[in-house]
């Protein structure tokens, strides 16, 4: 079977998604599931009262399988106890849209898991848990440095031109690298920006970061660089899913 | 009506090789190895395939062997190569943008007691002649790089890497596949030494492909029986398929010039207007040194499978390096190649032209694309639109 043999439920659900957005208030909480080897993410917004599912909404970034199991599980949950939406299974969800291709039953199949996700965070919500601190970890050395000194690593940027047509990555040190990353949009189509926090202080040349060409990483660090004689690759480290994985960059600039 | 934009995935055989494959079917269907009179006509058809070939590559036609398609041509070269030149070095240099049937092979040879070096691209999918020539060991004994590649379309500098090779005294191979009848070929001036061919992408029938060896290079069979193709491959030919073979390398040698025109025209079209009318989308491959009929885009926030079958909806048939299309549910790994990220990969769009496509084709592409990529923007989590 073909991963994109969908039944027509499925198809019908990918064309017309019910449930589609997000809500606000101080009573909806959010889940969010990622598929770290595939990239996949949902985030489904729910809104409880009197132990029931009143509302939900969903987006989705993924393939035709990932849309349609969202919009499905959305018409399963709604009006739900959330004891009863906590219960609805992955199997249940490809039942109700008439099977997923087998490859597709894990992968994209995270509705329910994404829904656990939200309703677990209203229950969170719900006790006074305590703040845990945001694990201020000492920063880690990075593998391999000292080999590429001079040889694609960069700790001051005196000549933009340089990058010119290179992949280069920035470490987050404030403002001075967001400045840096800004003007080498102007000599290379590819920079990426990676930052340990989740997201960026407020402030002008955050915006403007936002709106370039520049990648941002939230939430990230490099663990190792690769080459042969020269910078080739790195091993990013996300903090967040706890994965790690390889990109190909050609110089890295960690700021002084 | 049906919009057909993926040619780099097959091609229809063209009505004049169907019409010259015919007559091998019935009225001439000798078997070359006999003698008589009937097997003295698939001799004829044979030897003037390898000609027609060869002419259209730069080679003689000695110099051609017909095989089951490209991916047993790259077997033949790389562990025909690699297992006969065992005594003057165990070292293998391909590059991370190779077909997955190249990897594959590498890897077989590592399991043999090569060594594989693979390498790296430029965010445009170039390999760069210094990256490559730093991985070159006095082990190395052969060095595999594609002409063109078949998913980015970013075409090689072949002379530059054929001229490097030769001077090191290191066989090169290349897998022309992507780029046959849509580039000019010379295997002499670029010191191409093996070549992978296939005969589809010629417009040619499926299940026939060649490889050029050029003379003075030495390789093992694979295919071991009664010694056809100068004992290189053997089996009985597949004579109809090697006529329309030969019609197929004809009617590209006359007609190449000006298909290729008309393919830039189509593709510049389709480049110029999508990257004008979609807010976030990049061009991925390089700007200018990339075949004539290939577009391939990224869209920010937007998963290719969710494309696919929204252009399916409008019966447009187009293609993509997302994970969730594969077999392996992995990402391109040419996309990722290029210094992408997952879920940048995730979002690409390969549109390829061909022979039998017509303005109208790019104008239903262009023409529902914009609203396509906009409505999946609006379900994307990734995607937050611009005011």
Known sequence: MKSTQYSDKVLDHFKNPRNVGTLEGDDVTVGRVGNPVCGDLMEFYVKVKDGRIEDIKFKTFGCGSAIATASMITELAKGKTIDEAIKITRQDVADELDGLPPIKMHCSNLAADALKNAIKNYQEKQKPAPKEDAGSAEPGEILGMKNFEDRGIFHEVTDLAKFADKRTMILDSGERSMEIALHLTKHTPRVIFVTKNKQLPSGSKVEELKASTVRILYESEILEINGLNTVEKVTIHDLNEDEEYELFVDSIIILR | ??????????????????????????????????????????????????????????????????????????????????????????????????????????????????????????????????????????????????????????????????????????????????????????????????????????????????????????????????????????????????????????????????????????????????????????????????????????FDGVEGESLLLSFKEKKIAVSTGSACSSKTLEPSHTLIALGLLHEEAHGSLEITLGRFNQEADVDALLAVLPEIVKRLRRLSPLYKEEV
């Not at chain 2, 009937?38 to 060869?54: N, P």
């Not at chain 2, 389709?270 to 885009?297: D, M, Q, W």
């Open chain 2, 1 to 298: 009506m049906n919009f057909y934009l993926d040619y780099q995935s097959s091609k229809p055989v063209d009505q004049r090789v169907i019409d010259a494959m015919l007559p091998y079917q019935h009225d001439t269907f000798g078997n070359p190895s006999s003698l008589h009179a009937v097997g003295d006509d698939a001799t004829e058809v044979l030897e003037a395939s390898r000609g027609a070939i060869g002419a259209f590559i730069g080679a003689e036609k000695d110099e051609i062997i017909f095989t089951s398609g490209a991916t047993e041509s790259n077997n033949l070269a790389l562990i025909g190569y690699s297992f006969r030149n065992r005594d003057k070095g165990n070292h293998v240099v391909i590059a991370e943008i190779e077909h997955i049937s190249i990897h594959n092979i590498a890897k077989y040879l590592e399991k043999n007691g090569f060594v594989i070096s693979k390498v790296p691209v430029d965010q445009f999918g170039v390999v760069k002649i210094e990256k490559l020539a730093e991985r070159i060991t006095d082990k190395t004994i052969l060095v595999s790089v594609g002409y063109a590649n078949n998913e980015i379309g970013t075409v090689q500098n072949i002379s530059q890497i054929g001229a490097l090779c030769r001077e090191k005294n290191i066989a090169f191979h290349t897998d022309a596949v992507a780029a046959e009848g849509l580039l000019s070929i010379d295997t002499n001036k670029d010191n191409i030494d093996l070549m992978t061919l296939s005969s589809n992408d010629i417009y040619g029938p499926k299940g026939l492909g060649a490889l050029y060896v050029r003379k003075g290079i030495r390789i093992n069979p694979l295919i071991i029986g009664g010694g056809q193709e100068r004992g290189l491959r053997s089996g009985t030919e597949n004579i109809p398929a090697i006529a329309g073979m030969k019609k197929a390398a004809e009617i590209i040698q006359n007609e190449m010039p000006e298909e290729t025109k008309r393919f830039q025209q189509y593709r510049d079209k389709i480049i110029n207007e999508v990257l004008s009318k979609v807010p976030r989308c990049y061009l991925n491959g390089h700007p200018t040194k990339r075949l004539p009929n290939n577009a391939h885009f990224r």
